[in-house]
């Protein structure tokens, strides 16, 4: 069911992600699928649903930067530093994980990807949401992401709770990932921000270029 985006449907939406349920919704890049990151049972359906089983992690978004401590095993300075300075905008960062974050997130790997959107509209929905919220792209695995409503239901005829329609999503590359759970800063998938604009950070705070290759 498409539901054009306003603050009611939000609300149901919320309500149906609070029972387990899955939605999509219009990201600052793409549409996404969103669950509660918590929440075993969703996290399995979610996976069921866009057929996935290659073991990848679910990367999770946050309402603000203060969410991330419910991700984090430990916080680092230089996540501090990083978050400040490319958030919210399209870069994931990759950090040790916390007990409490399930494995059917981490994917067994005790490592979470997190992210600030750069979208007020999507923060505002995942604070409704209680702060997080699941954002894996709204396709079946290994096809394309959804820039539109129309595109998720046609990928997903059923099994939503429903599709918040917020008009069609910018699209162009994904989020850059940045992996910080190990010794050194790790570039794992280049995307929306440059490789160029990472390394300019991380030099201005002290760090040899070429630290990106881990």
């Known amino acids: 069911m498409i539901i054009e985006e306003s603050q009611s449907a939000r609300a149901r939406a919320a309500s149906l992600i609070a029972a387990g349920g899955v939605v999509a919704f219009r990201t600052d890049t793409f549409y996404g699928l969103g669950a509660d990151p918590f929440n075993v049972e969703a996290l399995r359906r979610l996976k069921k649903l866009k057929g996935r089983d290659d073991g990848k992690p679910i990367l999770a978004l ?13 916080r680092s300075e230089l996540f501090d530093l990083l978050s400040a300075k490319h958030w919210p905008g399209p870069l994931t960062i990759v950090v040790r994980a916390r007990r409490e974050v399930p494995a059917e997130l981490t994917a067994g790997t005790e490592t979470v990807g997190i992210r600030l959107p750069d979208d007020e509209r999507a923060r505002a929905f995942v604070q409704m949401c209680g702060g997080a919220l699941t954002a894996t792209s709204a396709n079946l695995s290994g096809e394309p992401p959804a820039t539109d409503a129309q595109q998720v239901a046609r990928s997903f005829p059923g099994g939503l709770g429903l ?45 040899r270029p070429g630290t990106l290759d881990g």
């Open 62 to 74: 946050i309402g603000d930067r203060a969410e991330a401590s419910r991700f984090m095993a430990g």
């Open 163 to 207: 599709i918040l329609d917020g008009g069609e999503a910018r699209g162009g590359q994904p989020s850059t990932v940045l992996d910080l759970s190990g010794p050194e800063p790790r570039l794992v998938r280049a995307g929306a921000l440059s490789r160029q604009a990472l390394e300019e950070t991380l030099v201005a705070l002290g760090l």
